[in-house]
């Protein structure tokens, strides 16, 4: 069975610093794509990072020089390391594995497997 475990959301003040954690079992970290998705009440999950097998990243424009995607193969968990944090970062950010397609639409949320339940970021400003 999947399971993906996503953790360390919490309320920050804009310009603070959060780095969530997906911790991911069955299948590990750099054997799949994975990714970082967001979500607020009455809006569409959207993409904001991404990892492909062999290391290379995709950002949403907004978050680029901010935000931060990794690994640690070791530890079989993916990162999201989040700067300069801003009040419209305010979401639920999920993890997900396993993509297909092409890649240039990472960002379409009907293109991964396997989701995790999600962890709650908010910024007040």
């Known amino acids: 069975q999947v399971q993906l475990v996503e953790s360390g959301g919490g309320s920050v003040q804009a310009g603070g610093s959060l780095t969530l954690s997906c911790t991911v079992s069955r299948y590990t970290v750099s054997t799949y794509s994975m990714a970082w998705f967001r979500q607020v009440p009455g809006k569409e999950r959207e993409g904001v990072a991404a990892m492909r097998s062999d290391g290379s990243t995709s950002y949403k424009d907004s978050v680029k020089g901010r935000f931060t995607i990794s690994r640690d193969n070791a530890k079989n968990t993916l990162y999201l390391q989040m700067n300069s944090l801003r009040f419209e970062d305010t979401a639920a950010y999920y993890c997900?594995?396993?993509?297909?397609?092409?890649?240039?639409?990472?960002?379409?949320?009907?293109?991964?497997?396997?989701w995790g339940q999600g962890t709650q970021v908010t910024v007040s400003s």
């Open positions: 997900a594995q396993l993509f297909w397609g092409g890649w240039q639409s990472w960002s379409n949320r009907n293109a991964w497997a396997y």
